[in-house]
């Protein structure tokens, strides 16, 4: 059977939005362009002219998001659910325009940038994609907190919270990942917290943009978002859309097993560098030309 090679793939147009970030509450410009073959996911700051790329060695630990910090110290804050976006979409090659420091949440999921995607439309570029493929376990463990990346044949991820809450309490998503199944999965589940922590979070300068537009609200064990949940599990669902985008980082498409428990963004970042400090737990594999059986899925975009 002749091998089908993939094919890195782009914007076929520029799109435009506007927003509020979940943090900052400033109000951003963000705009998706086209980009060429080997560019990789690029954010620029408009209002400062600095741009960096959406790899792990740019990003820094930060509550509650994932930010990037370009050479002069500007930062790009919340990008995990547009990134999470492209990797559904298998977006490789992009160059994300934003006129201030936090890419927009929007209605807090991914569906809208899944949407903006769609109408810009996507087209094959001339490169072959390559995956990065996990040739051995590596994980980073904090207490009952634990981040894993395993081998796989598939690209997977899995993904358990725990809170002693009644609205959420122990929920497991589980699940490979393919651009029909991110749609209807994943995308659209809404990021989450809880009131009482609300008026902390704003004197940290924290969820300054957050509102019933833009989050699950828990107060007790009651939702108190009129609409109700999009899911009955809509907060691990959520979790499992920030590792996507979280794993993105690695600069390629991921080929392997990710397992999450009761971690978040800062953890999914120290597990992508726990495995790339390991020369022996991954290989680097031109698609289409994998070990065995391989069916690859996409999960990151980004060139190393």
């Known amino acids: 059977m002749p091998v089908v090679v993939e094919r890195q793939r782009t914007l076929k147009n520029p799109i435009h939005c506007s927003g509020v970030g979940v943090h900052s509450g400033r109000k951003v410009q963000m705009t998706l362009n086209p980009a060429p073959s080997g560019h990789g996911i690029v954010f620029r700051r408009s209002d400062t002219g600095e741009s960096v790329p959406a790899l792990w060695r740019h990003a820094v630990e930060s509550p509650l998001c994932t930010t990037l910090v370009t050479e002069s110290g500007d930062k790009i804050t919340t990008i995990e659910h547009l990134m999470s976006a492209f990797v559904g979409l298998g977006v490789d090659n992009a160059l994300v325009e934003l006129d201030g420091p936090e890419v927009p949440i929007m209605d807090g999921s991914a569906a809208p940038f899944v949407f903006l995607i769609e109408c810009a439309g996507t087209e094959e570029q001339a490169a072959p994609r390559r995956w990065l493929e996990v040739l051995k376990p590596v994980s980073v463990v904090d207490g009952q907190r634990s981040a894993r990346l395993l081998p796989d044949a598939r690209s997977m991820v899995s993904f358990t919270i725990d809170f002693p809450n009644a609205a959420i309490q122990r929920q497991t998503w589980s699940g490979a990942v393919t ?10 589940a809404r990021t989450f917290g809880f009131l009482t922590e609300v008026e902390a979070l704003r004197a940290r300068g924290l969820a300054r943009g957050g509102s019933l537009d833009n989050a699950v609200v828990v107060d007790g064990g009651d939702v108190l978002n009129p609409e109700g949940l999009r899911f009955a599990d809509e907060c691990v669902r959520h979790k499992a859309l920030d590792v996507l985008g979280d794993l993105a980082l690695a600069g390629m498409p991921l080929l392997g097993r990710f397992e999450g428990v009761k971690m978040g963004h800062a953890m999914n970042n120290k597990v992508l560098r726990a495995l790339f400090a390991d020369p022996s737990a991954y290989d680097i594999v031109p698609a289409g030309t994998g070990r065995g ?7 990151a975009a980004a060139p190393m």
Request: no cysteine; aromatic share 6%.
């Open 179 to 188: 651009p029909a199944a991110y749609k209807r999965d994943i995308a659209r």
């Open 293 to 299: 059986e391989v069916v690859k899925l996409p999960i």
